[in-house]
């Protein structure tokens, strides 16, 4: 897979959010080699729904509304 954002290459990681409140703490995202994006399905998901980034402030950081 190839990162949106820069390019690179991306490899499939496990990872783990122990604050989640689904009981599923382990999940799998896609996480980039060159520029460290991590992308997993809710990402993905919100995504789709604001597609249009946002430039913001001097610094040119996309942001997704």
């Not at 390019?7 to 990681?13: D, I, Q, Y």
């Not at 994006?37 to 249009?52: A, F, G, T, Y």
Request: net charge negative.
């Amino acid at each position: 897979m190839t990162c949106p954002r820069c390019e690179g290459l991306m490899v499939e990681e496990r990872l783990e959010d122990l604050r989640d409140d689904t009981g599923q703490i382990f999940f799998h995202a896609w996480h980039c080699i060159a520029c460290g994006e991590v992308l997993d399905p809710v990402i993905l998901s919100n995504r789709q729904q604001n597609p249009k980034p946002i430039r913001h402030g001097n610094r040119n950081l996309l942001v997704y509304n």
